[in-house]
């Protein structure tokens, strides 16, 4: 994965309103870690299952289960409910995927 794009989907209900807050949040975990290197995509939850093998970790606003990539539910950001212990969740999920 090293030198690599990682390809990272946020998806909620509509793909719109909720996805591009959560996403907003997700970049800034990316900076605040120094991952420069990536590809965000934002999408509907039912357009999920046609990228989800074209990416390498899973971010929703919505319930969902997956053990085909990491998966992450973020909707805390947009809520703003353990919002820190979220931040740090993500970090340590994103760090992984680059080594």
């Keep these: 994965m090293l030198n ?3 390809q990272i989907v946020v998806a909620c209900g509509s793909g719109v309103a909720t996805s591009t807050i959560a996403a907003d949040a997700v970049k800034e975990v990316l900076k605040e870690v120094g991952i420069a290197n ?30 085909e ?11 703003g409910i353990n919002e820190e212990k979220l931040k740090k969740q993500l970090a340590e999920k994103l760090l992984e995927l680059t080594k």
């Design 4 to 6: 690599s794009k990682i």
């Design 69 to 79: 990539k990491p998966h992450l539910n973020i909707m805390g950001f947009v809520t």
């Design 38 to 67: 990536y590809n965000l995509v934002k999408t509907s939850m039912t357009e999920l299952p046609n990228i989800i093998d074209s990416v390498d970790i899973v971010l929703t606003t919505n319930n969902y289960k997956t053990d």
